[in-house]
């Protein structure tokens, strides 16, 4: 109910949808109350597990469908160096590591295949000098 109402909400769902701040939206919350799952609802074929089709029923009985095979930034859609640098950018500030070495590590990710002893890279994680 949450990913949908905030979806609603925001017109889009992304990685920024884990962060406190979205998940206590009070648009959300509100939405997520006029949320309700079809208890049997027509039968779908989706490729992969992680399907769904969405119709929003107005109080006027308009009805918008919208059918998802899978998410953007996964396998079957392909995986872009902007779908992983806005999850990264959306899930490390919560790490507390600071903005320079968030933004350190993703260079080091980028040019992965450079790295010479995973170890360095490892510590960039931990290391908050």
């Known amino acids: 109910q949450y990913f949908l109402a905030s979806a609603v909400a925001d017109r889009d769902f992304s ?6 701040e979205k998940i206590h939206n009070p648009v959300a919350a509100r ?5 309700e799952a079809d208890p049997s ?7 992969w597990s992680w399907g769904a089709t969405v119709t929003i029923i107005t109080k ?5 469908t919208s059918t998802v095979d899978a998410p953007r930034g996964s396998g079957p ?3 872009e160096w902007s779908d992983v640098d806005a999850k990264y950018r959306a899930l490390l500030p919560d790490s507390g590591l600071p903005a320079k070495r968030i933004e350190e590590i993703l260079a080091v990710i980028h040019g992965f295949e450079r790295v010479k002893n995973v170890l360095d890279f490892t510590e960039l994680l931990f290391s908050a000098s």
């Open 15 to 20: 990685w920024v949808h884990a962060t406190p």
């Open 31 to 35: 939405l997520i109350g006029l949320v």
């Open 41 to 47: 609802p027509p039968p779908a074929h989706y490729d």
């Open 60 to 64: 006027s009985g308009a009805r918008y």
């Open 77 to 79: 859609r392909g995986i």
